[in-house]
């Protein structure tokens, strides 16, 4: 480890979570840090080379206690292992329950005992005892009790936080204004895709209404066969996932109040693929009918790790120049349900702006580092 290292805790071993280390891992090879998907592979003077896995909470009494290679692979984790990653010497913890398996993850996922026992306060002593700098939140969706104590342990801890769930955290006026106050970055909230639906979505509906047409209807409607779609198959469970959704097609311009866009359904045999039919009708002038229908496929959990890539790069460098709370430059373009919303070409100049002035700020700090060598050497 050196001091570029950015310590990551995950909370939630899952799906999301095996393909980000499955990237942090291929990540460790200079020539792969440049595979498609990563947008940058430096943010700040930090590559995917400088991410490390230091901590992780669980509540699957099928992964609590087993190397956090190890459970990745474990089942329910739909991903499709396309990386082998070594043992990581870290043992994945017991995370307090609370909310977080309902619904028809009863049964699926076995809740160790000792994550019935467990509080914030073991959260963060771990947090403290490896000097995790960001966590990463990668809990199923409907467990807002669960992901608030995490996001309360980061509080205690000084530990950045990254939501990916569509969980209340940046939108949480009392914990954002905790994390604002205590001089801890704030990110979220529910990650988006990289080339995802919402993603594909709100950039046609910025094509369409930045030529002047507008828009009459659309739906967009997904399936998947992960655990991520048994869970929101619960229509209890996917309420602020659908909520999340229509969020990000109203920041993209439209009125989404009664728009179809969230998971609507789940089937097994997709496994980790995702399906997205997505249909948009227009007018154009003169009352010109347009119309487009799209089937857009991808393996889903890889889609949320080139994300992170970048989400937790983005934690740190905030971190190191003294940012603070919910970093909103950045959240429009990562997250679904950001507290300020964008459209999708707003989203992405903002997010290009905050890592032209990272890599300014680094480049000024090398140069710093320089002058003193040369200093302490004359
Ligand atoms: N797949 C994507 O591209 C994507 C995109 C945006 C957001 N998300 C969100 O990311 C989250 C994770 O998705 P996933 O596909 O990895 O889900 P998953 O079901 O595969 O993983 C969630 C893990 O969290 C564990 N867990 C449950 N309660 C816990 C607790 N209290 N403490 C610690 N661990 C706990 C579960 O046992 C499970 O292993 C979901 O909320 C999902 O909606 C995913």
């Not at 947008?39 to 099928?62: H, K, Q, T, W």
């Not at 984790?77 to 028809?104: C, F, K, S, Y």
């Not at 990272?358 to 003193?372: F, G, M, T």
Request: glycine share 8%; charged share 20%.
């Amino acid at each position: 480890m050196n001091n570029r290292t950015i310590k990551i805790a995950l909370a939630g071993v899952g799906s999301c979570a095996s393909s980000f280390v499955q990237a942090v891992t291929s990540g460790r090879d200079a020539v792969i840090d440049r595979q498609p998907g990563v947008m940058y592979p430096e943010i700040g003077g930090y590559r995917l080379s400088d991410l490390e896995c230091v901590a992780a909470f669980e509540v699957d009494a099928n992964k609590i206690g087993c190397d956090l290679a190890d459970a990745l692979r474990r089942p329910p984790t739909a991903a499709v292992q396309h990386v082998h990653v070594p043992d990581t010497g870290v043992i994945v913890r017991p995370g307090p329950v609370l909310d977080g398996i309902g619904g028809r993850l009863v049964g699926v996922v076995e809740v160790d005992e000792r994550a019935r026992q467990a509080t914030i306060e073991d959260v963060a002593a771990e947090l403290r005892r490896t000097g995790a700098e960001v966590l990463v939140c990668l809990l199923p969706t409907g467990s807002v009790k669960a992901v608030q104590a995490y996001a309360r342990a980061c509080i205690a801890t000084g530990t950045a936080f990254v939501n990916a769930t569509p969980e209340s955290v940046a939108n949480d006026p009392d914990l954002a204004s905790a994390f604002a106050e205590r001089g801890i970055p704030l990110l979220g909230d529910d990650l988006r895709s990289h080339l995802g639906a919402t993603t594909l979505h709100t950039a046609l509906l910025d094509l369409l209404l930045g030529r002047g047409l507008a828009i009459k209807d659309t739906y967009q409607l997904n399936v998947g066969g992960n655990t991520d779609f048994l869970n929101l198959a619960d229509p209890l469970r996917s309420a602020t996932k659908q909520t999340s959704k229509r969020r990000a097609l109203s920041n993209a311009g439209i009125d989404a109040t009664d728009v179809a866009a969230g998971p609507n359904g789940y089937v097994k045999y997709l496994g980790d693929r995702k399906v997205c039919f997505l249909r948009i009708e227009a007018e154009s002038i003169i009352g010109a009918p347009v119309s487009m229908e799209i089937r857009l496929e991808v393996e889903d959990s890889p889609n949320a790790a080139a994300v992170l890539a970048s989400a937790v790069r983005i934690a740190r460098v905030a971190a190191d120049q003294g940012r603070s709370g919910v970093i909103d430059a950045v959240c429009a373009f990562l997250f679904k349900s950001p507290p300020v919303g964008m459209t999708e070409s707003s989203g992405l100049d903002s997010f290009r702006e905050f890592i032209a002035a990272a890599a300014s700020h680094s480049w000024q700090d090398s140069l710093r580092a320089a002058e003193l060598e040369i200093a302490r050497l004359a």
